[in-house]
């Protein structure tokens, strides 16, 4: 079936570096672009990047611009999120979700991985 | 950068119908997405483009959008409704997307 899983959260202390990974699969990866999307506790949901299905473009939030960046292996079906300088603040579950067919809304989403920032 | 604005909470009443509204400059001529989030879940797409029902969604569930509001209507609210519902448009200007704060449902 169409499924996104992340992996890769954990406990991290501020300053330092993790990278998540978002794996997919029962639908043409290359056809989609994919997001991801943080939540922190008790919070709502932002925004955090997104990648074009061919990797060529990517955009990404102000919150984490310059600290967090957004790539995918095609021929892995996987999807990556590098977050480097991490701060309190960008303790949050880390969802990828991906973009429907014109790009606009997110029609499948991963069940997410936390991530905390404490030293 | 756009916001959009949603009351942190509806009540309603079971059997009766639930309007949750999402607030932003000139909405309408934007494509408004709806999500809802049980507790400890994922979110689901429940409406697409202002008013399209994803495939297992159930009709109880519709959406309008116009001039500066859009709006999710359930109708025949159950208590497997209670969730928190987030609307959501692409700011193509900049290629963000931008998720409104959130709306708690409460079935009474």
């Known amino acids: 079936q169409v499924q996104l899983v992340e992996s890769g959260g954990g406990v991290v202390q501020p300053g330092r570096s993790l990278r998540l990974s978002c794996a997919a699969s029962?639908?043409?990866?290359?056809?989609?672009?994919i997001h991801w999307v943080r939540q922190a506790p008790g919070k709502g949901l932002e925004w955090v990047a997104v990648?074009?299905?061919?990797?060529?473009?990517?955009y990404s939030a102000d919150s984490v611009k310059g600290r967090f960046t957004i790539s995918r292996d095609n021929s892995k079906n996987t999807l990556y999120l590098q977050m480097n300088s991490l701060r309190a603040e960008d303790t949050a579950v880390y969802y990828c979700?991906?973009?429907?067919?014109?790009?606009?809304?997110?029609?499948?989403w991963g069940q997410g991985t936390m991530v905390t920032v404490s030293s | 950068s756009y916001v959009l604005t949603q009351p942190p909470s509806v009540s309603v009443a079971p059997g009766k119908t639930a309007r949750i509204t999402c607030g932003g400059y000139?909405?309408?001529?934007?494509?408004v997405h709806w999500y809802q989030q049980k507790p400890g879940q994922a979110p689901v797409l429940v409406i697409s483009?202002?008013?399209d029902r994803p495939s297992g969604i159930p009709e109880r569930f519709s959406g309008s959008n116009s001039g500066n509001t859009a709006t999710l209507t359930i109708s025949r609210v159950g208590a497997g409704d209670e969730a928190d519902y987030y609307c959501?448009?692409?700011?193509?200007?900049?290629?963000?997307?931008?998720f409104g704060g959130g709306t708690k449902l409460t079935v009474l």
């Open positions: 979700a991906r973009g429907d067919k014109n790009g606009d809304a997110f029609d499948i």
């Open positions: 029962g639908f043409t990866f290359t056809s989609y672009g």
């Open positions: 990648i074009w299905y061919d990797g060529s473009n990517k």
């Open positions: 000139n909405i309408g001529s934007r494509s």
């Open positions: 483009y202002d008013s």
């Open positions: 959501q448009v692409w700011d193509n200007s900049s290629d963000h997307r931008v």
